[in-house]
Structure formats: C-alpha cells, structure tokens
C-alpha cells in the first residue's frame, strides 16, 4: 500500500453558514456541496476537500487532538495574505520559514472562527 495524497479532513464547527463564510469568502475554498440534512458542507481546497461538520456536538470528554491544518498558498506574497486576512478581521500570526512536506517556506499561523488552528504557506 501506498499513500498518494490527502482526501479530505473533517473539521466540527459550531456553525455551519459562518463556517462557509470563512472558508469560502476569507480563504477562497470553493463550496462543492452542501448537505444540510446532516449539517455537512464540502469544500474544495485544490483537489481536496475540507468538510465542515456541525450540529453533532464533540463527546464530554473529548479533547483536541489536532494543532492545525496546513493549507498551501499558490504565488504565497505575505504581504497580501496578511493583508486579506486582515480585512476580514482574522487575527495572523508572525510570517517565519517553517519545514513542511514541500521543504522549507514561508508561512503564518491564524484559526478559524471555531479556533482551529490554520497555517498558510508557500
């Protein structure tokens, strides 16, 4: 067996049409579909998907076990980046060379408006 690349992650937000709007309006994901009966959105990141999952509340006793999602930037200008970000509101972390599975690049760190973590690289 070999693994070739990532499918999609899932990531349990506490509102799904906020959720929508950032990913799509803040982070430019394209909304592929949307399934509201079970509270399920799927957007594309590249020839990904970044499902957002809500109305099923995280057991009592669960804990985060995912520091951040790391999305790679076509043309990466962080000046720009930041910029975007910025006018949305979105607070972005310091811009540093960080190792990653492209090798060494520029990226930032940000969450999203359930706070999970997101980095932006080149």
């Known amino acids: 067996m070999e ?3 990532i499918d999609h992650v899932v990531v349990r937000v506490a509102d799904l049409d906020r959720s929508i ?3 799509r309006d803040v982070l430019g994901c394209t909304l592929d579909w949307r399934r509201d009966e079970i509270g399920l959105a799927h957007l594309r990141v590249g020839t990904a998907f970044i499902d957002l999952l809500a109305g099923q509340p995280m057991p009592a006793d ?3 076990n995912m520091d951040h999602l790391c999305l790679t930037v076509a043309n990466f200008d962080a ?3 930041r910029r975007q970000l910025e006018c949305h509101g979105v607070a972005v972390g310091p811009v540093a060379e960080r190792y990653g599975a492209s090798g060494w690049g ?3 760190y940000l969450s999203d408006p359930d706070g999970n973590g997101l980095e932006l690289r080149g």
């Open 3 to 5: 693994i070739s690349g």
């Open 21 to 23: 709007r950032f990913y």
């Open 62 to 64: 669960a804990v985060p």
């Open 79 to 81: 000046d720009e980046v």
């Open 106 to 108: 520029q990226s930032l």
